[in-house]
């Protein structure tokens, strides 16, 4: 009999060598294998007879093996079988399956899934020996993802077993409900199943919040600052919007206190989150502390020391990255630093009071350990209490959007300021899909359009942007066109063409060196190139006040947050921008989504039409549910989200929830005085 925390290399059917792949991805215990949940799955729960077979459909049946031998043909191996039920014969074919011949039995009974072909024949067929509990065929099968190097077949032999071992303690509602993930009985039961899971992990993530809530509640560890005047200086060219004063309002309050400020500063993409940041930053350095400014990339920490230059041009600004040491001049001006995550390495030398996130697309969990722990926790929290040493204040700011009921629900340890306009005279993006035979015109199209003038910017600028490519990734992501090919591509087009006037062309991806990324970077703002091919790099935050033209390709693999960021990236500064999509997928549904998405241009509709409209089957389904680590819940499913709290109340006090949500905020960063 197992429990959830048996060690897997214990378990039977995982060999020392298993056990090694295994661990190297984290899976330890039988817990972790269980939350291996599957991608998808196939569905082999139609069970025929062999008369009533169909072509092409995929379906079960059990029958008896008359016949089974292998032979060699062009070198490559063949195997051939006759099985027979009740109704009628039928041969099956294997190629390449050396263990099959091995591993049927003539006169054995055996359950086989596959589909007729048009030959009368059943390729490839998967075959088990019939029982009353089959895993492989005759009902719906788990498949899962490649990322355990493990074969499907073995993977869910040992599921299985370990499931129908595991112990009576070890098994609740919780276990049951992952164990119908793994087989279930019928789709109602993965659907069920799931939203109970989605419950326990809602549950979970609101206990940990009230622990924060708590603990956060009761220290006066940070410097309340004195307020500086003008708050808003006159070297801001334009007239903050009445959302970004209330925010504004909202922080400095906050940071007028002893209590730590945890403050969500919310606005959609171009809503100009920066500079209300940018605002609060200036008042801290006025009141004799450094802040630290983290961005996501690279790239983005560049370009934030760029314009907050010149919002703030009387801030001692520098950018950190990984590499470079922290300048030695022991000037006493603090600073603003801005970097990267290496920021946080070097908090203890900076001790900032205030430390600003940027585009957090997801909070809730802890990427941000490093700036939480300390190595000795209980006596830091000690001294943090009594006001001993000091803790930053904390501001994270991001686009996705979050409706206030709910932050006030899961993440009441959170603060929450809302950005909901946008700076006056903004367009709204036009999108549209386009067909692949008019993708010429389109590229004509762009080429006029980036000719025009236009009155709020001299130059226009249009992005072309393809998908991430990992090879390591499933399968599923072969098709997917390339940054470089699809450059190629471009470059070809517009040299080819006899232009009145020719177009640069420049790449940017994650994996072209720092100093070729900064030195096109430094291209595109001195107005050089005019189409810029690139990744989802410039997803996050990027601002290219040019860009007026985006142009994605496969856009059907990006997710509609993911579009809509992508989205927010051109008509910064005031001109009309396109959003233009690509796909060359043949599904109904990837192109109802793409319809929907070019016809709304709210964030949060477009996050609820995106769960509407995932099935079961889709392979993206769990990717971008909004919190990280979570697997089940999304915060689009309000209704459930109220469903949770009503529940939590009623949760006696020690109650222990099945999944370990980390706490993204959980200490105030304590600085050594
Ligand atoms: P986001 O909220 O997506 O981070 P940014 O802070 O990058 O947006 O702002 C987007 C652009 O809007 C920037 O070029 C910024 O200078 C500009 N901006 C911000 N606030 C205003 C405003 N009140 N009026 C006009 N332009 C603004
Ligand atoms: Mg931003």
């Given at each position: 009999?197992?429990?959830?925390?048996t060690?897997?290399?214990t378990?039977?059917?995982?060999?020392?060598?298993?056990?090694?792949?295994?661990?190297a991805?984290?899976f330890?215990?039988?817990k972790d294998?269980?939350?291996?949940?599957?991608?998808?799955?196939?569905?082999?729960?139609?069970?025929?007879?062999?008369?009533?077979?169909?072509?092409?459909?995929?379906?079960s049946?059990?029958?008896?093996?008359?016949?089974?031998?292998?032979?060699y043909k062009?070198?490559?191996?063949?195997?051939?079988?006759?099985?027979?039920?009740?109704?009628?014969?039928?041969?099956?074919?294997?190629?390449?399956?050396?263990?099959?011949?091995?591993?049927l039995?003539?006169?054995?009974?055996y359950?086989?899934?596959?589909?007729?072909?048009?030959?009368?024949t059943?390729?490839?067929p998967?075959?088990e020996?019939a029982?009353t509990?089959?895993i492989?065929?005759?009902?719906l099968?788990?498949?899962?993802?490649?990322?355990?190097?493990?074969?499907?077949?073995?993977?869910?032999?040992?599921?299985?077993?370990?499931?129908?071992?595991?112990?009576?303690?070890?098994?609740?509602?919780?276990?049951?409900?992952?164990?119908?993930l793994?087989?279930?009985?019928?789709e109602d039961s993965?659907?069920k199943?799931r939203?109970?899971?989605?419950?326990?992990?809602?549950?979970?993530?609101?206990?940990?919040?009230?622990?924060?809530?708590?603990?956060?509640?009761?220290?006066?560890?940070?410097?309340?600052?004195?307020?500086?005047?003008p708050?808003?200086?006159k070297?801001?060219?334009f007239?903050?919007?009445?959302?970004?004063?209330?925010?504004?309002?909202?922080?400095?309050?906050?940071?007028?206190?002893?209590?730590?400020?945890?403050?969500?500063?919310?606005g959609?993409?171009g809503?100009?989150?920066?500079?209300?940041?940018?605002?609060?930053?200036?008042?801290?350095?006025n009141a004799?502390?450094?802040v630290?400014f983290?961005?996501?990339?690279?790239?983005?920490?560049?370009?934030h020391?760029?314009?907050?230059?010149?919002?703030?041009p009387?801030l001692?600004l520098?950018?950190?990255?990984?590499?470079s040491?922290?300048?030695?001049v022991?000037?006493?001006?603090?600073?603003?630093?801005?970097?990267?995550?290496?920021?946080?390495?070097?908090?203890?030398?900076?001790?900032?009071?205030?430390?600003?996130y940027?585009?957090?697309?997801?909070?809730?969990?802890?990427?941000?350990?490093?700036?939480?722990q300390?190595k000795n926790?209980?006596?830091?929290?000690?001294?943090?209490?009594?006001?001993?040493?000091?803790?930053?204040?904390?501001?994270?700011?991001s686009?996705?959007?979050?409706?206030?009921?709910?932050?006030?629900?899961i993440?009441s340890h959170?603060?929450?300021?809302?950005?909901?306009?946008l700076?006056?005279?903004?367009?709204q993006t036009?999108?549209?899909?386009?067909?692949?035979?008019?993708?010429?015109?389109?590229y004509?199209w762009i080429?006029?359009?980036?000719?025009?003038?236009?009155?709020?910017?001299?130059?226009k600028?249009?992005?072309?942007?393809?998908?991430f490519?990992?090879?390591?990734?499933?399968?599923?992501?072969?098709?997917?066109a390339?940054?470089?090919?699809v450059?190629?591509?471009?470059?070809?087009?517009f040299?080819s063409?006899?232009?009145?006037?020719?177009l640069?062309?420049?790449?940017l991806?994650?994996?072209?060196?720092n100093d070729e990324?900064a030195?096109i970077?430094n291209e595109?703002?001195?107005?050089?190139?005019?189409?810029?091919?690139?990744?989802p790099?410039?997803?996050?935050?990027?601002?290219?006040p040019?860009?007026?033209?985006?142009?994605?390709?496969s856009?059907?693999?990006?997710?509609?947050?993911?579009?809509h960021q992508?989205?927010?990236?051109?008509?910064r500064?005031?001109?009309q921008?396109?959003?233009?999509?690509?796909?060359?997928?043949?599904?109904?549904?990837?192109?109802?989504?793409?319809q929907?998405f070019?016809?709304?241009?709210?964030?949060?509709?477009?996050?609820?039409?995106?769960?509407?409209?995932?099935g079961?089957g889709?392979?993206?389904?769990?990717?971008?549910?909004g919190?990280?680590?979570l697997?089940?819940?999304?915060?689009?499913?309000?209704?459930?989200?109220?469903?949770?709290?009503?529940?939590?109340?009623?949760l006696?006090?020690?109650?222990?929830?099945?999944?370990?949500?980390?706490?993204?905020?959980?200490?105030?960063?304590?600085?050594?005085?």
């Amino acid at each position: 009999m197992y429990t959830l925390e048996t060690p897997l290399e214990t378990i039977k059917g995982i060999g020392p060598k298993l056990f090694e792949v295994l661990s190297a991805q984290g899976f330890i215990k039988l817990k972790d294998l269980l939350l291996y949940l599957p991608l998808r799955y196939s569905d082999r729960s139609e069970i025929v007879t062999i008369s009533s077979l169909e072509v092409n459909k995929l379906v079960s049946f059990e029958a008896k093996l008359k016949s089974i031998s292998g032979f060699y043909k062009n070198r490559r191996r063949m195997d051939t079988a006759v099985v027979e039920d009740s109704t009628g014969k039928i041969k099956l074919m294997w190629f390449n399956n050396k263990f099959i011949s091995k591993s049927l039995k003539v006169g054995e009974n055996y359950m086989i899934s596959g589909k007729l072909n048009d030959r009368g024949t059943i390729t490839q067929p998967t075959v088990e020996m019939a029982s009353t509990d089959t895993i492989h065929t005759g009902r719906l099968v788990p498949i899962y993802s490649s990322t355990i190097d493990i074969q499907q077949g073995k993977l869910r032999r040992i599921l299985r077993n370990t499931t129908l071992q595991l112990n009576n303690k070890a098994k609740n509602n919780i276990v049951d409900a992952i164990i119908q993930l793994h087989f279930p009985d019928d789709e109602d039961s993965i659907i069920k199943a799931r939203e109970q899971l989605a419950l326990e992990e809602l549950l979970a993530l609101i206990k940990t919040s009230e622990k924060i809530k708590l603990h956060w509640k009761n220290l006066k560890s940070a410097s309340a600052i004195s307020l500086s005047k003008p708050l808003i200086p006159k070297t801001i060219p334009f007239e903050l919007t009445n959302a970004q004063k209330r925010s504004v309002k909202e922080i400095i309050e906050d940071l007028q206190s002893s209590s730590p400020m945890n403050r969500v500063l919310i606005g959609d993409v171009g809503s100009g989150k920066t500079v209300v940041a940018g605002i609060a930053a200036r008042q801290i350095i006025n009141a004799g502390h450094s802040v630290a400014f983290i961005a996501p990339t690279k790239i983005l920490a560049e370009q934030h020391l760029e314009t907050l230059t010149k919002l703030f041009p009387e801030l001692d600004l520098v950018l950190l990255t990984g590499k470079s040491k922290l300048p030695k001049v022991k000037s006493a001006k603090p600073k603003l630093y801005i970097g990267t995550h290496a920021v946080i390495n070097k908090i203890d030398e900076i001790k900032p009071g205030l430390i600003i996130y940027d585009e957090q697309h997801r909070f809730g969990v802890s990427q941000r350990s490093t700036n939480q722990q300390s190595k000795n926790k209980k006596s830091t929290n000690q001294k943090l209490n009594k006001g001993k040493i000091k803790s930053a204040h904390i501001l994270t700011m991001s686009a996705t959007p979050i409706p206030r009921s709910l932050m006030l629900t899961i993440f009441s340890h959170l603060k929450v300021s809302y950005i909901d306009e946008l700076p006056q005279g903004r367009k709204q993006t036009k999108t549209w899909v386009i067909p692949e035979n008019k993708r010429e015109a389109g590229y004509e199209w762009i080429a006029q359009e980036l000719s025009k003038t236009d009155q709020s910017i001299q130059k226009k600028m249009c992005l072309i942007v393809c998908p991430f490519i990992d090879p390591s990734n499933h399968l599923a992501f072969e098709n997917v066109a390339s940054t470089k090919e699809v450059y190629e591509k471009i470059n070809e087009y517009f040299t080819s063409k006899q232009t009145n006037k020719k177009l640069s062309i420049g790449l940017l991806h994650g994996r072209i060196k720092n100093d070729e990324q900064a030195k096109i970077i430094n291209e595109i703002y001195q107005n050089k190139i005019d189409i810029l091919v690139t990744t989802p790099i410039i997803e996050v935050g990027v601002d290219l006040p040019t860009a007026s033209i985006i142009l994605i390709e496969s856009a059907d693999r990006f997710g509609m947050a993911s579009l809509h960021q992508l989205r927010g990236r051109v008509g910064r500064s005031g001109q009309q921008g396109y959003c233009l999509l690509f796909s060359e997928s043949k599904s109904a549904t990837t192109k109802k989504r793409l319809q929907e998405f070019s016809k709304e241009n709210n964030g949060l509709k477009l996050a609820e039409l995106d769960l509407k409209n995932r099935g079961s089957g889709d392979i993206f389904g769990t990717t971008q549910s909004g919190f990280s680590q979570l697997k089940f819940a999304t915060w689009t499913n309000l209704d459930l989200i109220a469903k949770a709290q009503k529940k939590y109340q009623e949760l006696p006090k020690d109650w222990q929830s099945f999944f370990d949500i980390k706490s993204d905020t959980k200490d105030p960063k304590p600085l050594a005085n």
